[in-house]
Every structure is written in structure tokens, then in C-alpha cells.
T-cell receptor, first 115, second 113 residues
Framework: ETGVTQTPRHLVMGMTNKKSLKCEQH?????MYWYKQSAKKPLELMFV???????ENNSVPSRFSPECPNSSHLFLHLHTLQPEDSALYLC??????????????FGSGTQLSVL | GNSVTQMEGPVTLSEEAFLTINCTYT??????LFWYVQYPGEGLQLLLK?????DKGSNKGFEATYRKETTSFHLEKGSVQVSDSAVYFC????????????FGKGTMLLVSP
């Protein structure tokens, strides 16, 4: 148990669906992240929030929309996805972005399949 | 920009064999280096880290030494167990100011009894 919980664990959706991924952390951290994990590719950083403010968007398509209502919760809203968006989506948190040698705590991920 | 290169997997070993997973990096400054491990069905968790040249990180029998001259951070273990089967990710993070982790592609390790 890492203290970072993601739901759902598995999600299958059609290209016209709208769904949301949820992440919750009970560690008192101020930074939260969304990563995309695809086979044979480096872990891709998608979004970063620090103290509820989005600080990074790594050229992610607009069909992915993040939301961070407070420091403990992070959502990823999905709309009109493509089959190539099928992947494991990982949420992570850390104390903040300025501490050196910062350790990330990851959730178990949501395995997304887009049909 | 920063990047991390890991050896292609899967690495297949018998129990009690010696393990090496190669990792090299490119960075503009002097980063901290990390190994994360992902067990089946789980997220990544920190295995070990090193913050400056010649530092050795160690945990659970795994070791890695920060080699600035070769820009490498190879992961080693003297005797692997079946329970070490997982995906191992090398990563770096700049030590100055605001920065995030840059990960490699991951290397799958399969250990058979």
C-alpha cells in the first residue's frame, strides 16, 4: 500500500464515450502527476500539479483533460479517445516539486482499453 | 534534453544467478539517479537512489553506483530470487530547482526456479 489509490483498476471504453479516472492520495503531498505507460516506451509524463496548480502539460492531446480540485485528488477526464490511447495510466504524488531527490509514490494504475 | 537508456528486455535468469541491468543517461546538469521497480499489477516504487558521483545506492540486495565518467547507473544483484521478477525503471532528476523525473523504457526481469 503506497498511499496512492487509483480507480477504476480496469476500464474499457468506446471511442465516443466519456469517462474519468480518479486518483486519491493520503500522504499530505502537494504535487500530483499523471503518467502514461505503454509497452516498449519510456514512461510518459502527461500532467503535473503543484499545490493544485497545473505546472506542466507535455503536449498532451485535448481529449485528455486533468482536474485537481484539491491537493489530495486528481482526475483525468477522457473524451473521444483513440485506440492508440490504450495504456496503463499511472498517478503519482510527491511532497512538492522543489525538494531535491524527491521520491514519487505511485498508484497501481488504471489499465485502459479503447475499442 | 534529459534522457535515460536501458537495456532491452526481457532478461531471463535462473534463481541465484547474478543480475546486471544497464542504464546510461544524458543530462544537462548533475542529476540524481534512481531505480524504480514495478511488480506485476502494481505501480512503481522506489528501489534505490544516488545523488552524486561515486555514490552507491543499495536496497534489498540490489546495488547501483553513480558513474559520472561513463554516465551510467547499472543495477546489480548478486543472487536473484523468483520474487525479483518485475519491471525495473532507471530514472534521473535534475538537482536544481523545479524538475520532474525522466524515466527509461523499463527492463523486464524474469527469474525462474
Amino acid at each position: 500500500e503506497t498511499g496512492v489509490t487509483q480507480t477504476p483498476r480496469h476500464l474499457v471504453m468506446g471511442m465516443t464515450n466519456k469517462k474519468s479516472l480518479k486518483c486519491e492520495q493520503h500522504l499530505g503531498h502537494n504535487a500530483m502527476y499523471w503518467y502514461k505507460q505503454s509497452a516498449k516506451k519510456p514512461l510518459e509524463l502527461m500532467f503535473v500539479y503543484n499545490f493544485k496548480e497545473q505546472t506542466e502539460n507535455n503536449s498532451v492531446p485535448s481529449r485528455f483533460s486533468p482536474e485537481c480540485p484539491n491537493s489530495s485528488h486528481l482526475f483525468l477526464h477522457l473524451h473521444t479517445l483513440q485506440p492508440e490511447d490504450s495504456a496503463l495510466y499511472l498517478c503519482a504524488s510527491s511532497q512538492d516539486l522543489t525538494a531535491t531527490n524527491e521520491k514519487l509514490f505511485f498508484g497501481s494504475g488504471t489499465q485502459l482499453s479503447v475499442l | 534534453g534529459n534522457s535515460v537508456t536501458q537495456m532491452e528486455g526481457p532478461v531471463t535468469l535462473s534463481e541465484e544467478a547474478f543480475l546486471t541491468i544497464n542504464c546510461t543517461y544524458t543530462a544537462t546538469g548533475y542529476p540524481s539517479l534512481f531505480w524504480y521497480v514495478q511488480y506485476p499489477g502494481e505501480g512503481l516504487q522506489l528501489l534505490l537512489k544516488a545523488t552524486k558521483a561515486d555514490d552507491k545506492g543499495s536496497n534489498k540486495g540490489f546495488e547501483a553506483t553513480y558513474r559520472k565518467e561513463t554516465t551510467s547507473f547499472h543495477l546489480e544483484k548478486g543472487s536473484v530470487q523468483v520474487s525479483d521478477s518485475a519491471v525495473y525503471f532507471c530514472a534521473l532528476r535534475e538537482n536544481s530547482g523545479y524538475s520532474t523525473l525522466t524515466f527509461g523504457k523499463g527492463t523486464m526481469l524474469l527469474v525462474s526456479p
